[in-house]
């Protein structure tokens, strides 16, 4: 065992005194006893408009349904019943522009209001029970009022990054065959507009389901609207339709609650679909116990609404546990590199959860910006989306977290909807491990022949039990679902992710073993960089990897073979960076490229990323023997 896998940082007693969680084990052990009587206890502190019939059915595995036969709705648990209360009064969200200069705030009360609001409006647009809504809004409360108020009228959101191209965002929206868009005029990028309402006309050209499209005036740029199909958000919440009570409809627990769309070893990404019953309990539990939340709690998860993150510990988990969530539209270096400090002062955040990437580039600016803030509101930080290197955990620890905030690194997916592996605070953490599988989970690391392997050795990471925010499907694609996650070690559920486990039961997650890289905590397909590049017309062929990366973990790297006639050249790299940003996203733009005559391949045409690796990384490039033949 390395030196790194014996640093252990212990909770301090005030911390551990007040969790909810103070003996783990016991928790982790009862857990482990009778996992599908500990989901229904946790259920059981959540409202269900009719109770279930049965915890978990698993009949149909791996088509697993959880709370089956009862009747619900995550708006009910993360809206109405605050309501009952004089909770009705606290902050639900408190909400920061990019440049500091505007705040809104918004109390269960007046959230409950904005979410009505939004849903009479989707209704009078003639959005079902079942009809999917593709949201494209940059980190706004709006944001927040859509993605609930699809909830709550019982109709299924499927939220675009905003940061993803026409392209990309057209493609989504034809799959899921979405009838509303809801969108801004533009999003601040960095003191810049980025403009939203121009990409959607571009996705929505072709798009043969889109009737409606929602604009939320945001920036105040001047954009193009369509007499019949754009309308301006704030004058439909002045009409007749937005005013009123919505009810919030109580579906089926294993009705759809949304799509995420998210990148896969191959193709085109998957949507992966998530339902009201198991999700709730799954998040609920998860932030409560991993964060130790309390009502009192001033919540920043710095991540965007448009991935799971966003889904899961912004939206929906600090809402059901009644929480006051604190969102910034911006970036954690914008307009100055203590931004984030000067907002946890301020505003008492109590918990900080963010991603390495951004902890790496904070800690490049040095103690004194954080320093110079008084930092003491903070209770506990989180770190999540790749792995942390122990440098920025110590870091994060020492500095920000002022060597008594546990640090709690949270490993999950989003297909898993929830965390998997991580500690609750009372736990002692190790620097670079995620911690242990959840209570309820087991995780196994196996070899190719799907034998456990020894302690400290490196193998597929799966998971062994079901658990209830797990995804039920991919949508409209049952049969990726059972291949991609549930092949290749039967009843197992395979990650994608290679990792160790220490002698104290601790998991150390290495990375990806399939096609997906991690760029700054994005989950980018080498597949969609690859035909991003194709698209050019310079390009014939184009490999892309992803090499480390210091700041964003992994960068990519494209090799690529060019059309007749073209030379490779600094300006080329930069105008396929440009051509990549704008068929895919800004987040996908390789960072360096290499123009060979040929790509290794198999025999079999399958390009051998390792060599591209060891070539980019100038190492040796090992057995070349599978090489394709001249
Ligand atoms: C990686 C993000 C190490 C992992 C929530 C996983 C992590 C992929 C961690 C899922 C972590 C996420 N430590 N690696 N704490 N968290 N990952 O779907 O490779 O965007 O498979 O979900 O991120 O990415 P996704």
Same mark, same amino acid.
Request: aromatic share 10%.
């Given at each position: 065992?390395?030196?790194?896998?014996?640093?252990?940082?212990?909770?301090?007693?005030?911390?551990?005194?007040?969790?909810?969680?103070?003996?783990?084990?016991?928790?982790?052990?009862?857990?482990?006893?009778?996992?599908?009587?500990?989901?229904?206890?946790?259920?059981?502190?959540?409202?269900?408009?009719?109770?279930?019939?049965?915890?978990?059915?698993?009949?149909?595995?791996?088509?697993?349904?959880?709370?089956?036969?009862?009747?619900?709705?995550?708006? %009910?648990?993360?809206?109405?019943?605050?309501?009952?209360?004089?909770?009705?009064?606290?902050?639900?969200?408190?909400?920061?522009?990019?440049?500091?200069?505007?705040?809104?705030?918004?109390?269960?009360?007046?959230?409950?209001?904005?979410?009505?609001?939004?849903?009479?409006?989707?209704?009078?647009?003639?959005?079902?029970?079942?009809?999917?809504?593709?949201?494209?809004?940059?980190?706004?409360?709006?944001?927040?009022?859509?993605?609930?108020?699809?909830?709550?009228?019982?109709?299924? &959101?499927?939220?675009?990054?905003?940061?993803?191209?026409?392209?990309?965002?057209?493609?989504?929206?034809?799959?899921?065959?979405?009838?509303? /868009?809801?969108?801004?005029?533009?999003?601040?990028?960095?003191?810049?507009?980025?403009?939203?309402?121009?990409?959607?006309?571009?996705?929505?050209?072709?798009?043969?389901? #889109?009737?409606? #499209?929602?604009?939320?005036?945001?920036?105040?740029?001047?954009?193009?609207?369509?007499?019949?199909?754009?309308?301006?958000?704030?004058?439909?919440?002045? *009409?007749?339709?937005?005013?009123?009570?919505?009810?919030?409809?109580?579906?089926?627990?294993?009705?759809? !609650?949304?799509?995420?769309?998210?990148?896969?070893?191959?193709?085109?990404?998957?949507?992966?679909? &998530?339902?009201?019953?198991?999700?709730?309990?799954?998040?609920?539990? %998860?932030?409560?116990?991993?964060?130790?939340?309390?009502?009192?709690?001033?919540?920043?998860?710095?991540?965007?609404?448009?991935? #799971?993150?966003?889904?899961?510990?912004?939206?929906?988990?600090?809402?059901?546990?009644?929480?006051?969530?604190?969102?910034? $539209?911006?970036?954690?270096?914008?307009?100055?590199?203590?931004?984030?400090?000067?907002?946890?002062?301020?505003?008492?955040?109590?918990?900080?959860?963010?991603?390495?990437?951004?902890?790496?580039?904070?800690?490049?600016?040095?103690?004194?910006?954080?320093?110079? &803030?008084?930092?003491?509101? !903070?209770?506990?930080?989180?770190?999540?989306?790749?792995?942390?290197?122990?440098?920025?955990?110590?870091?994060?620890?020492?500095? /920000?977290?002022?060597?008594?905030?546990?640090?709690?690194? %949270?490993?999950?997916? %989003?297909?898993?909807?929830?965390?998997?592996?991580?500690?609750?605070?009372?736990?002692?953490?190790?620097?670079?491990?995620?911690?242990?599988?959840?209570?309820?989970?087991?995780?196994?690391?196996?070899?190719?022949?799907?034998?456990?392997?020894?302690?400290?050795?490196?193998?597929?990471?799966?998971?062994?039990?079901?658990?209830?925010?797990?995804?039920?499907? !991919?949508?409209?694609?049952?049969?990726?679902?059972?291949?991609?996650?549930?092949?290749?070690?039967?009843?197992?559920? !395979?990650?994608?992710?290679?990792?160790?486990?220490?002698?104290?039961?601790?998991?150390? /997650?290495?990375?990806?073993?399939?096609?997906?890289?991690? #760029?700054?905590?994005?989950?980018?397909?080498?597949?969609?960089?690859?035909?991003?590049?194709?698209?050019?017309?310079?390009?014939? $062929?184009?490999?892309?990897?992803?090499?480390?990366?210091?700041?964003?973990?992994?960068?990519?790297?494209?090799?690529?073979?060019?059309?007749?006639?073209?030379?490779?050249?600094?300006?080329?790299?930069?105008?396929?960076?440009?051509?990549?940003?704008?068929?895919?996203?800004?987040?996908?733009?390789?960072?360096?490229?290499?123009?060979?005559?040929?790509?290794?391949?198999? =025999?079999?045409?399958?390009?051998?990323? =390792?060599?591209?690796?060891?070539?980019? *990384?100038?190492?040796?490039?090992?057995?070349?023997?599978?090489?394709?033949?001249?």
């Amino acid at each position: 065992m390395t030196s790194e896998q014996q640093e252990v940082f212990e909770p301090p007693d005030e911390i551990v005194d007040k969790a909810w969680i103070s003996d783990w084990q016991a928790a982790e052990a009862a857990a482990a006893s009778d996992p599908v009587s500990y989901w229904a206890e946790r259920a059981g502190e959540l409202e269900w408009s009719k109770p279930w019939d049965k915890v978990l059915d698993d009949r149909k595995a791996p088509f697993f349904k959880w709370f089956t036969g009862a009747k619900t709705n995550i708006v %009910t648990n993360a809206v109405d019943r605050h309501l009952k209360s004089a909770r009705r009064n606290k902050l639900a969200l408190i909400w920061v522009s990019e440049d500091n200069s505007k705040v809104r705030t918004f109390s269960y009360f007046s959230l409950n209001r904005e979410v009505e609001q939004m849903a009479n409006i989707l209704k009078a647009m003639g959005v079902e029970k079942g009809d999917v809504v593709t949201i494209y809004l940059p980190r706004i409360p709006e944001i927040f009022f859509a993605m609930l108020a699809c909830a709550k009228i019982g109709a299924i &959101h499927s939220v675009v990054f905003a940061g993803y191209s026409a392209e990309a965002l057209g493609t989504r929206i034809d799959d899921s065959e979405s009838k509303v /868009v809801i969108t801004a005029d533009g999003s601040w990028v960095n003191g810049k507009v980025f403009a939203l309402k121009d990409i959607v006309d571009e996705a929505v050209k072709f798009s043969p389901t #889109v009737e409606n #499209v929602i604009v939320v005036a945001n920036t105040g740029t001047e954009v193009a609207m369509d007499t019949i199909r754009d309308h301006w958000y704030h004058e439909l919440t002045r *009409l007749p339709i937005a005013k009123g009570h919505c009810e919030t409809v109580q579906v089926d627990a294993e009705d759809p !609650l949304f799509i995420l769309y998210t990148s896969g070893s191959t193709g085109k990404p998957k949507a992966i679909l &998530h339902t009201h019953g198991g999700y709730q309990v799954g998040t609920y539990t %998860t932030l409560r116990y991993s964060f130790d939340i309390k009502p009192e709690d001033r919540w920043w998860c710095t991540a965007d609404p448009g991935w #799971v993150t966003g889904h899961s510990y912004l939206v929906y988990g600090p809402l059901l546990n009644g929480a006051t969530v604190f969102m910034a $539209e911006g970036s954690p270096t914008y307009p100055y590199p203590d931004i984030n400090w000067q907002l946890i002062e301020y505003y008492g955040i109590t918990g900080f959860y963010t991603a390495p990437t951004a902890i790496r580039t904070l800690m490049r600016f040095g103690d004194a910006w954080v320093t110079k &803030h008084d930092l003491s509101s !903070l209770r506990l930080l989180g770190s999540v989306g790749e792995p942390i290197n122990p440098e920025a955990w110590r870091w994060f620890h020492r500095v /920000v977290g002022q060597g008594h905030c546990p640090i709690i690194d %949270t490993w999950w997916q %989003t297909e898993t909807g929830m965390f998997q592996i991580t500690t609750v605070p009372a736990m002692p953490q190790k620097p670079g491990s995620a911690g242990r599988p959840v209570f309820g989970q087991q995780a196994a690391i196996l070899d190719e022949a799907g034998n456990e392997v020894p302690d400290g050795t490196e193998g597929f990471l799966v998971l062994k039990n079901p658990w209830p925010a797990m995804m039920r499907t !991919l949508f409209k694609d049952p049969d990726r679902y059972i291949s991609t996650y549930w092949s290749k070690y039967p009843g197992l559920y !395979l990650t994608g992710d290679a990792a160790k486990r220490d002698a104290d039961g601790y998991i150390w /997650v290495i990375g990806r073993t399939d096609d997906v890289i991690k #760029v700054s905590g994005h989950r980018l397909g080498t597949a969609e960089v690859e035909s991003a590049l194709v698209s050019h017309p310079g390009v014939v $062929e184009a490999a892309a990897i992803g090499l480390p990366h210091e700041i964003k973990g992994n960068a990519i790297h494209a090799s690529v073979i060019l059309a007749n006639g073209q030379q490779p050249s600094r300006e080329l790299e930069e105008e396929l960076r440009t051509h990549v940003a704008e068929t895919l996203s800004p987040i996908a733009k390789p960072d360096t490229f290499d123009f060979p005559e040929k790509l290794p391949k198999t =025999r079999s045409g399958k390009i051998m990323r =390792r060599v591209l690796r060891a070539r980019a *990384l100038g190492q040796d490039e090992g057995d070349l023997s599978t090489l394709e033949s001249d």
